[in-house]
């Protein structure tokens, strides 16, 4: 069962990491001036990311649902190690906050 687990919450570490680049780099295009080029690998980084969506074996709208808290551990991992920002206390536990979530969601025992 555990092993279970461990795919789930990796591939969804891989799910957010492809929608972060896959927005990040036309963000860098756009605001820092970048060149165009950057807009081909992330459109092939948000493709990446419908397709691991469509990975997960459970119903499309409880994927969405925890997805978005492994998304915001993403988001503030992101801040820190590609911009540089350390999180505030709060953005921590928020983050695990969103974890928690996210693991209610996904491993709770279900009957159907």
Do not use: N, Q
């Amino acid at each position: 069962m555990f092993l279970s687990e461990l795919k789930t919450v990796g591939l969804f570490l891989v799910t957010a990491l492809a929608e972060i680049v896959g927005c990040y780099l036309p963000y860098l295009w756009l605001r820092e001036g970048k060149t165009a080029w950057l807009l081909v690998p992330g459109a092939l980084s948000l493709a990446a990311f419908a397709w691991l969506l469509s990975l997960h074996p459970t119903a499309a709208g409880r994927v969405y649902a925890a997805y978005g808290g492994v998304y915001i551990f993403m988001a503030i991992l992101w801040l820190w190690t590609v911009d540089g920002i350390r999180p505030t206390a709060w953005d921590l536990v928020g983050s695990a906050v969103a974890l928690v979530g996210m693991a209610i969601i996904m491993f709770a025992p279900r009957t159907t």
